[in-house]
């Protein structure tokens, strides 16, 4: 396995949850974007956030930007996702995926690996 992903779960709005998504060494060492995607109920996969590795830039959907963050520990060979202030619509599987070599950021066929997704559901 060369991403898991962990951390969902249940909660109500306005509460937080932090995801993890933790790499093989070989996969964390080789990324230049790790980022994190998401599915709804219904909807298309949509880009969440990324961090770029050179320089930890990060970059946000205008959706989640001011609530999520994403940081790194290199010493776990992990990245995560805090989400803040969720809100129903937060709902989703969220899927962490890195790339070894990247132009948009945004575009999810440009990652190379996939987590198996871990559900977040947000009550109202």
């Known amino acids: 396995v060369q991403l898991q992903a962990s951390g969902g779960g249940l909660v109500q709005a306005g509460g937080s949850l932090r995801l993890s998504c933790t790499a093989s060494i070989r996969t964390f060492i080789s990324t230049s974007v790790m980022g994190w995607f998401r599915q709804g109920p219904g909807k298309e996969r949509e880009f969440v956030a990324a961090i770029r590795w050179f320089d930890d830039n990060t970059y946000y959907s205008d959706s989640v930007k001011g609530r999520f963050a994403i940081s790194r520990d290199n010493a776990k060979k992990t990245v995560y996702l805090q989400m803040n202030s969720l809100k129903p619509e937060d709902t989703a599987v969220y899927y962490c995926?890195?790339?070894?070599?990247?132009?948009?950021?945004?575009?999810?066929?440009?990652?190379?690996?996939w987590g198996q997704g871990t559900l977040v559901t947000v009550s109202s």
């Open positions: 995926a890195q790339a070894v070599g990247i132009a948009t950021i945004t575009n999810d066929d440009e990652y190379d690996y």
